[in-house]
């Protein structure tokens, strides 16, 4: 599949088709990826900040001479640690309800049109930490100013429990059983229809650990990620 064969000229139309053709590229190579016979529509959360931690991440640098992605990291130095904040969410009602309203024309009676309701952030502190500093700049941090690495980890910790709290609150949560990798029976008993935090399945990442002592993982994740998951 080359995204330069998309037919749609419309950037709404272009994503659609691009999702479609992404489906029948999988089912021509078999892979076991799972569709569900829907159109989700994530929930739109609005942010305090113009970026999550308040530092812009995943901006493109280029590309490795093996082909691997390249991004800048805003914490720079020592120093930039200060610079991460703690962002807030609320749920847009208004916003969501226009893109389901748009997917619902554009697809007809084609599949029907659902909100995916999932909390803005998730206990994946490894991913968040290394997109703001760097794989080598991180690991050089845990031996060497671990104060700074748990400074930052309590934000981020701080942060997506915030978001979880936001997203059981605005009752928008919808079921995760039917997802890759968390295709099951229902998780938990519903009340009246309700779908909380207890009803969805999480996972997390430990891979940017990989490389460290097992006390020194157990101090910096599962430490900061075992209260959210709780």
């Not at 489906?23 to 021509?28: G, N, S």
């Not at 280029?62 to 609320?90: L, N």
């Not at 009752?171 to 990798?181: A, E, F, G, K």
Request: charged share 20%.
């Amino acid at each position: 599949f080359k995204p330069d064969t998309l037919e749609c000229s419309d950037p709404v139309c272009r994503q659609v088709e691009d999702v479609f053709r992404r489906h029948l590229y999988k089912c021509w190579v078999g892979d076991d990826e799972i569709f569900d016979p829907w159109w989700s529509v994530p929930a739109v959360w609005d942010c305090s900040t113009e970026y999550t931690f308040g530092l812009p991440t995943l901006v493109s640098t280029g590309s490795t001479a093996q082909g691997g992605f390249q991004y800048h990291h805003p914490v720079e130095s020592h120093e930039d640690y200060a610079k991460i904040t703690i962002p807030e969410y609320s749920y847009s009602t208004e916003k969501t309800e226009l893109r389901i309203s748009q997917m619902s024309d554009l697809l007809g009676e084609t599949m029907p049109v659902r909100i995916s309701g999932t909390p803005p952030l998730s206990p994946n502190h490894s991913v968040y930490l290394e997109q703001l500093r760097g794989m080598e700049a991180m690991l050089n941090d845990l031996a060497f100013r671990p104060d700074l690495v748990h400074g930052a980890l309590a934000k981020i910790t701080e942060a997506v429990l915030g978001a979880l709290r936001v997203a059981e609150e605005a009752d928008v949560l919808t079921r995760n059983d039917t997802s890759p990798m968390t295709c099951s029976d229902p998780v938990g008993e519903l009340y009246n229809d309700h779908v909380g935090l207890k009803n969805l399945w999480c996972g997390v990442n430990s891979q940017e650990f990989q490389m460290v002592s097992p006390e020194m993982q157990e101090e910096f994740l599962p430490n900061y990620q075992i209260p959210c998951l709780q």
